[in-house]
């Protein structure tokens, strides 16, 4: 018996195939028509480019600051600074990949580790990440030693002139330094993702750097994230390796989107850290245009896009602080939305509603991660909009606030403390919060809401705890009376 799903016997079941030509399955009428993309990972922001357009001033300052790792040396720390989309991460791993291409040319011995430390945000796992990297290319090299060393065994017998050509004095030779490659490879203990003592990881992390000559870039992405989550203490030790390590040097390259955060550091991690600094300027519209033109060359088929589409895509992303990622985006998802409609084109409609759906996407992102009480505010505002209330107010959203912690068992805040709520989802984009005067009665806060209702609601009632609210309207009588 043929099973498949859980619960179908696949035997029993029959497809109507008496109208052959006619049957479509579900993914027929998608697949019929002609792809716009040619190469659709080019746009997106994980892809390193073999060409980076105005960005060479950036590159040439790393490749000099680096190059000293190609002759033995140890490289200075590097931060590199810059606003989301300029261009840090692409331009950072696209020297970095030149560094160790041109080390194996030279056999020069030279490795770079990449971290995004906005994902990997504790000094355990910064660790750890980084020692398992190391263990893994040592017991690679261990084990590929190991098997030249025993071809070369095979090849020789004990007389002395067999062996001039190796560095081995004797086969005794051979089989004692085989065996200490199998002793090394059995000790060798990776780090779990939890459950060591922190000295324990930072000290299996050292004996892995150090267990071959090399020197060593270590890339950490968003480094102000893991100073905001973790402190100083891993830049510290990071920063101090060159003067225990007898083997390896370390070089540290940190990319950060905060020009400020090294405000918060040790002074001595400070000034080890910023030995060189590379600042990232915004791109302006024509850069952004030249950034898709190269990209969409290899991205689309040809004659996909009309000519108003990379200029509109760049005028977009250039009102949001010259942010490539987000032109990217925006061709990309205009693309997807052509292929979506059978489009035979990307036309300016579709880079229009591409824009709209980032845009919602973000709302609903940033919607999705806000702390309980926030949620409650914004359900308040919601709930009040819905009913025909308008110039809403602070004490308005308060009361209906009041009733729906009093719903779900959640801790009542001062009126102050929900004031300052609003004022953060105002700064978020999520609500408008205009202060008005009302005479003699003082001033107020009138409230609208700065984006989609039936979205941002959906979004929250999928929070448990307010998807458990099934009727508002009780609360929005008891809030009209108690105003």
Known sequence: MNRGFEGIDLDD???????????????????????????KEVLRPSYTPHELPHRKEQINRMATILVAALRGETPSNILIYGKTGTGKTASAKFVSQELERTSLKYEVPCEVEYINCEITDTQY????????KFIEN?????????EELKDIREGVTAESEQLANVDFASVQEIDERIEELEADSEEIEPVPMTGWPTDRVYNTFFEAVDYQERVVVIMLDEIDKLVEKSGDDTLYNLSRMNSELDNSR??????????????????????????????????DANQLRDILQHRAEVAFKEDALSDDVIPLCAAFAAQEHGDARRALDLLRTAGELAERDQAERVEEGHVRKAQDKIELDRVVEVVRTLPTQSKLVLFSTISLEKNGVHNINTGEVYNVYKHLCEEIDADILTQRRVTDLISELDMLGIVNAVVVSKGRYGRTKEISLSVPIEETEAVLQSDSRLGDIDDIQPFMQQARFDS
């Open 250 to 283: 370390v070089s540290i390259m940190g990319i950060s989107n905060d020009l400020k955060f090294t405000d918060f550091l040790d002074p001595r991690v400070k000034s080890s850290l910023g030995e060189e600094e590379i600042v990232f300027p915004p791109y």
């Open 13 to 39: 079941v029959v497809l109507d195939d008496s109208d052959e030509e006619g049957n479509h399955g579900l993914f027929d009428d998608l697949l019929s028509g002609e792809p716009i993309f040619e190469n």
């Open 138 to 146: 040592n017991l690679s090299d261990i084990e590929s030693r190991i």
């Open 125 to 132: 796992r910064v660790l750890a990440q980084l020692a398992n």
